[in-house]
């Protein structure tokens, strides 16, 4: 049994976007790289369709990988979420108490990621350590160097 993911409206759409580009784009693309490969000949001894063959399993696997996953989605009403505590979608700023780095960060679902922008997994170790957290606590998060302690500074959407 799968495991329910949390999802921004933004975040859901994306990966639907994807999933159809798959489906629509990609699939017809290895069908015919799977056709070109067996009008060459003798299949026995045809490396160009076994890797046509495998490529087109791959892309089936991600294919139910991804509706797996849509199945299981869930979309979070943003305008129901407690803003006393750190929740997914929660916008949290943070201070690291050994070189007073100050650094705000979104949570979101792991397929949401992206560091750059300043969105961090619920999944990743501060992720973790962050949820359930209210403004004023320290957060300790065991990262693979030792404890780093978080000020939790503020707490937002």
């Not at 009403?77 to 929740?87: G, I, N, R």
């Not at 300043?118 to 209210?134: A, F, Q, R, T, Y």
């Amino acid at each position: 049994m799968s495991k329910v993911s949390y999802y921004t409206a933004e975040g859901l759409k994306k990966l639907r976007e994807e999933l159809n580009k798959l489906k629509d784009i990609e699939r017809p693309k290895a069908s015919q790289a799977i056709a070109e490969a067996r009008d060459k000949g003798d299949l026995s001894e045809n490396a160009e369709y076994d890797a046509a063959k495998e490529a087109q399993g791959m892309l089936e696997m991600k294919i139910s990988k991804m509706e797996d996953t849509l199945a299981n989605a869930r979309v979070i009403d943003e305008s129901q979420l407690d803003t006393s505590k750190v929740l997914a979608l929660s916008i949290v700023k943070i201070k690291n108490q050994t070189n007073g780095m100050e650094m705000t960060y979104t949570l979101v679902a792991e397929s949401e990621a992206d560091l750059a922008s300043g969105k961090i997994s619920v999944n990743s170790p501060i992720g973790k350590g962050l949820l359930g957290k209210s403004v004023g606590d320290v957060a300790k998060i065991q990262v693979p160097n030792g404890i780093i302690k978080f000020d939790i500074l503020e707490i937002s959407r």
